[in-house]
């Protein structure tokens, strides 16, 4: 059983540690754009013996839009997680000093007037806890969400290297960028898992 | 915690200290309060870790709506770390403070208490029905820095000035003045760093009426001790840290 400072370190770590998953996610999003530009550029000179993966260079930029658009608002809710747990760790921290108060007090002529503030403290702590459960749920959606992409990537890597195989002397280059978008998926898969995993070690 | 009535006439002062339960390597800290008919002002309220012992005791004197105002002489975490707990006690209050650390003692949470920043030449605290002077006393030690000044009673709470180190069953007050000298010597050698800033505050105190110099920590000067305190304080060389 963890003590409540330990729950509350491993909290603080996890929505820490989603930033530099993320970030990371992010520059890969942005290798993937990269390997669509070139992609594009190589189709456009193989003219006709690459006329199928035209089309398929549009897909890798589209995945790689809509990943950076999601990590986005992932950091978004990512921060605002943080900004939940500290306030939540400030209404913790208060209400086991007000109960130390008025156990200490209880004897002083004044303690009654603490109880109104206390209750109040008590209640936003409840709160507080309620808002930071549908964040980290919210945060595990989005993390769901952005699995469709770094998926989709790994289909688009198969396809790539079917119609390089028909691109002639440009087979090697094109193979090249099916490769480098399939890495990328594979290392944008494992960082969101491990956001995930992170997460899910939140004990609330 | 230990509670002393420091004076009683129309309002009151009490000094907070000595708790037997603080932790051993915590400094000791006294803790100061003025009560008047229907507001309170707490001087100096203490670290996180003496919030709760500090509230308790205050409701011997008041209840928690009346707690009005808070002062901070410095930025140090003995003397406001307690910040963040006071904004959810007190969300209606004031914290008097020097303005140069707004910025640095939000950080300890400051949501909901409104911060009333001194500017560097001082002010007044505005209680209703008695008022405070402001006194700058800058560097000594920390670089914004004020104490606080009733004309009526005669108390200065001189915040680091006058701290001595003590164990937590010493009493309130010096009663050996000789004595009491060693063990203020290496404080305000070491935490006091201008000779510059130490004589303009002696300057400017000389210039009171002081009957009791009550410090942030140790004992408290009480009629002659006041005058002997400015006058060792004088002889003393400081920011003894550095050698030239």
Redesign the interface.
């Known amino acids: 059983m963890k003590t409540n400072t330990e729950r509350k370190k491993s909290q603080f770590v996890s929505v820490a540690s989603i930033a530099t998953e993320l970030s990371d996610v992010m520059v890969v999003a942005k290798e993937i754009s990269l390997a669509a530009a070139n992609a594009k550029a190589i189709a456009y000179r193989a003219g006709e013996k690459a006329r199928g993966f035209q089309p398929i260079t549009d897909f890798i930029n589209e995945l790689a839009r809509e990943t950076i658009g999601l990590v986005n608002q992932i950091n978004e809710q990512a921060s605002e997680l943080y900004e939940t747990t500290v306030s939540e760790h400030r209404h913790e921290e208060a209400n086991r000093q007000f109960k130390a108060v008025l156990e200490l007090g209880s004897d002083a002529a004044y303690v009654d007037s603490l109880f109104p503030i206390a209750g109040r403290i008590e209640d936003e702590l409840g709160e507080k806890r309620h808002q930071l459960k549908s964040q980290v749920d919210r945060l595990l959606d989005q993390l769901s969400e952005i699995m469709h992409p770094a998926r989709a990537a790994r289909v688009i890597a198969a396809n790539s290297r079917i119609e390089a195989s028909q691109a002639g002397e440009f087979l090697q280059s094109l193979l090249t960028v099916a490769e480098s978008v399939d890495k990328a998926a594979e290392l944008m898969y494992t960082n969101v898992q491990r956001c995930r995993s992170s997460m899910a070690m939140m004990e609330l | 915690m230990k509670r002393t009535t420091l004076f009683d006439s129309g309002y009151q002062w009490i000094v907070f200290g000595r708790d037997p339960n603080k932790a051993e390597n915590l400094i000791d800290t006294n803790q100061y309060m003025i009560r008047t008919a229907n507001r309170c002002l707490l001087l100096d309220p203490g670290g996180t870790e003496l ?3 500090m ?3 205050a ?7 009346e707690i009005t105002d808070l002062f901070a002489s410095h930025q140090d975490p003995d003397i406001i770390s307690s910040l ?2 006071w904004d ?2 007190l969300p209606e209050a004031k914290l008097h403070a020097p303005a140069i650390w707004e910025g640095f003692l939000r950080h300890f ?1 400051c949501n909901r208490i409104e911060y009333v920043p001194i500017e560097d030449a001082g002010g007044t605290i505005d209680l209703g029905s008695m008022e405070l002077e402001l006194i700058p006393a800058h560097y000594l030690h920390s670089s914004g820095n004020f104490n606080v000044y009733d004309p009526r009673s005669k108390i200065l709470m001189s915040g680091d000035i006058g701290a001595a180190i003590e164990s937590h069953d010493a009493p309130m007050f010096v009663e050996d003045f000789s004595e009491h000298v060693e063990k203020m010597r290496y404080f305000h050698q070491r935490w006091m760093p201008s000779n510059r800033a130490k004589n303009d505050w002696i300057k400017r105190v000389r210039k009171l009426d002081v009957e009791m110099l009550a410090p942030q920590h140790g004992r408290i000067f009480k009629g002659d001790d006041v005058e002997r305190f400015l006058d060792w304080f004088e002889a003393l060389s400081v920011g003894g840290a550095v050698q030239v």
């Open positions: 919030f709760a012992p509230l308790a005791a409701l011997h004197y008041a209840p928690v709506e963040g707990l959810q006690a949470g």
